[in-house]
């Protein structure tokens, strides 16, 4: 049994209160069990040098833990001077994750800021953030085709991400901390609405793992991100 109660195939409670943040095109606080993380989308009329006159827009991410969102105070990466490894990985997979669903050349010359910041962390902080910030973004584009401007069209479809891991021999999905301190296997899965694949992360702490226990998280990982795109339409078709 688990610590919070859930079968290995179940994912936590899932919460998602859109609009959170009034001052910003798109935004989302999505709760998954004890992890929160507010996601907000900011549409911004200028897309980096590389794009100029290229009739194409951008989506980027940046990502952080606020200091009270853990066990332990969390410093500030600002007063460090530098960004970390850990979160410019985090907010690279974002952007990557929501660029693979987005019609850059229907966003016209325009940059989408997501932001993702966890206010309270349990585990599952970057899989969580991809699916806040997928509906943050889906907000803003909304938005950006009501004022008439370019935006129609230009989510190809949802995308959401699930961790999956093997935790003594058993593989469970939607890992909590206390789950992820102790997993042999971590994995993290990024898919679309429609079961294609993203991106996969996956590291063996102590002992490889086999095909079978592959095969087995990545059909949890698929069924837990068939319910995390049910839960995005479900919301935005209320909105």
Same mark, same amino acid.
């Given at each position: 049994?688990?610590?919070?109660?859930?079968?290995?195939?179940?994912?936590?409670?899932?919460?998602?209160?859109?609009?959170?943040?009034?001052?910003?095109?798109?935004?989302?606080?999505?709760?998954? $069990?004890?992890?929160?993380?507010?996601?907000?989308?900011?549409?911004?009329?200028?897309?980096?040098?590389?794009? @100029?006159?290229? $009739?194409?827009?951008?989506?980027?991410?940046?990502? $952080?833990?606020?200091?009270?969102?853990?066990?332990? @105070?969390?410093?500030?990466?600002?007063?460090?001077?530098?960004?970390?490894?850990?979160?410019?990985?985090?907010?690279?997979?974002?952007?990557?994750s929501l660029r693979a669903v987005t019609d850059m050349t229907k966003l016209?010359?325009?940059?989408?800021?997501?932001?993702?910041?966890?206010?309270? #962390?349990?585990?599952?902080?970057?899989?969580?953030?991809?699916?806040?910030?997928?509906?943050?973004?889906?907000?803003?584009?909304?938005?950006?085709?009501?004022?008439?401007?370019?935006?129609?069209?230009?989510?190809?479809?949802?995308?959401?991400?699930?961790?999956? $891991?093997?935790?003594?021999?058993?593989?469970?999905?939607?890992?909590?901390?206390?789950?992820?301190?102790r997993a042999a296997v971590d994995m993290n899965f990024v898919m679309t609405?429609?079961?294609?694949?993203?991106?996969?992360?996956?590291?063996?702490?102590?002992?490889?793992?086999?095909?079978?226990?592959?095969?087995?998280? #990545?059909?949890?990982?698929? #069924?837990?991100?068939?319910?995390?795109?049910?839960?995005?339409?479900?919301?935005?078709?209320?909105?």
């Amino acid at each position: 049994m688990r610590s919070d109660g859930r079968r290995a195939d179940e994912i936590r409670p899932v919460v998602m209160t859109p609009g959170f943040i009034r001052s910003t095109d798109g935004s989302v606080l999505i709760e998954m $069990g004890e992890t929160r993380v507010i996601c907000t989308a900011t549409i911004e009329d200028k897309v980096p040098q590389f794009l @100029r006159d290229s $009739g194409r827009g951008w989506v980027t991410a940046e990502y $952080g833990m606020l200091p009270g969102s853990g066990d332990t @105070r969390i410093e500030r990466e600002v007063t460090r001077g530098r960004i970390g490894g850990r979160t410019h990985e985090i907010q690279r997979l974002i952007g990557r994750s929501l660029r693979a669903v987005t019609d850059m050349t229907k966003l016209g010359e325009r940059t989408v800021w997501i932001d993702c910041d966890v206010i309270q #962390a349990d585990g599952g902080t970057r899989t969580a953030s991809i699916t806040g910030a997928y509906v943050a973004l889906a907000l803003a584009v909304r938005k950006l085709a009501a004022q008439g401007k370019s935006g129609n069209g230009a989510l190809r479809e949802a995308v959401a991400a699930i961790s999956v $891991g093997v935790v003594g021999s058993e593989v469970l999905v939607d890992l909590r901390y206390d789950e992820d301190s102790r997993a042999a296997v971590d994995m993290n899965f990024v898919m679309t609405q429609g079961g294609q694949y993203v991106e996969v992360q996956g590291t063996a702490e102590h002992n490889p793992f086999s095909k079978v226990q592959l095969d087995h998280m #990545a059909e949890l990982a698929w #069924a837990a991100i068939t319910q995390l795109t049910r839960a995005q339409a479900d919301l935005l078709a209320k909105m």
